[in-house]
């Protein structure tokens, strides 16, 4: 009875643990407290001190796009934030791809994987990015552009102004928004924690079946 109950209290804390270290990371994407402090918005003047400039556009309507510091395009779409996020248009570490473009000046847009030239919003490591098209954007998400569709498309501003039904929309923040899907492949950031999440789950179950066989051998030992 004795070896008995070491073992099951030796489960339950090993379980306890590998789900502490899997459930809050692994399970993040549902959470429903996200909030984004996002905010961008299309311009024809330089992006504040504090935003970033993502891509720009020759109009605010029936526009194509450019990527970011093009010469000949004036309307930037800018990006900040009221929490240290740590935006950037990195497309490596935390990000999400926010359109693809058919060339890198007087281009049409796509979703992820439609054109090779990639238009990306990131974060420092301890926040999440999540992008996309969309019919209408969330409270937790703010509206970078609308678009004609999700190839070969043409942008406009998000002003309620001769927009698309289509709508270009970003999370930043802590927790990913509910139903979100970042692609986040660097391990330094939300998703590394979601694969080290997974691997303390792994290694918790792998840890307890462990325990569990040789208890049955030490039984068998024990007569």
């Known amino acids: ?35 984004s402090s996002l905010a961008c918005a299309v311009t024809d003047t330089a992006c504040g001190g504090d935003e970033v400039e993502v891509f720009r556009m020759s109009d605010t309507s029936n526009a194509h796009a450019a990527a970011q510091g093009d010469a ?19 497309c490596s570490g935390t990000y999400d791809t926010v359109l693809t473009l058919s060339a890198v000046g007087n281009a049409h847009v796509g979703s992820l994987g439609q054109y090779p030239t990639e238009v990306c919003l990131s ?14 954007c969330s409270g937790s998400q703010a509206c970078l552009a609308t678009a004609s569709g999700t190839d070969n498309a043409h942008v406009a501003d998000c002003d309620g102004l001769d927009d698309y ?33 997974l691997a303390g789950l792994a290694a918790g179950a792998l840890v307890a079946l462990t325990a569990g066989a040789w208890y049955v051998r030490k039984r068998r030992w024990l007569g």
């Open 1 to 35: 009875m004795k070896w008995a109950t070491a073992f099951a209290t030796l489960l339950v804390v090993l379980l306890a643990l590998a789900l502490a270290l899997g459930v809050p990371w692994a399970f993040r994407s549902g959470s429903a407290s996200s909030s």
């Open 123 to 136: 974060a420092d490591s301890v926040n999440v990015v999540d992008c996309m098209f969309v019919g209408s």
């Open 165 to 197: 039904a289509t709508k270009v929309c970003c999370y930043a923040g802590a927790d990913m928004p509910v139903g979100g899907t970042a692609q986040l492949p660097d391990v330094s950031g939300s998703s590394g924690r979601n694969y080290i999440a």
């Open 72 to 90: 000949t395009y004036t309307y930037r779409v800018c990006c900040g934030s009221v929490a240290a996020l740590g935006l950037g248009t990195n």
